[in-house]
């Protein structure tokens, strides 16, 4: 895999993998609310209400400039 390049300029914003876990613990918190709701008498909760994408550890992606940073478009 000498060869093995990015093929899209996109790298995270800061040094986490990945939103894997924040997402995993969001889903489990939206699901546990739901179950715990009594069905005759309350609504649904709403679905913005659990997953804040600006509370999670990676802040999204940023295009880069690839001749500039090598480093990073290697896989």
Known sequence: ????????????????????????AEHKR???A????DLTYDEPPAAKAF???WGAPKDGKQWI??????E???K
């Open 65 to 70: 400039y690839p001749k500039r940073f090598t």
């Open 34 to 37: 739901e179950n715990a709701r």
């Open 30 to 32: 939206a699901r546990r």
């Open 72 to 74: 990073i478009m290697r």
């Open 51 to 53: 997953g804040n994408p």
């Open 1 to 24: 895999m000498s060869r093995s390049y990015r093929k899209t300029p996109i790298c995270g914003m800061t040094t986490k993998e990945s939103d894997k876990p924040f997402k995993k």
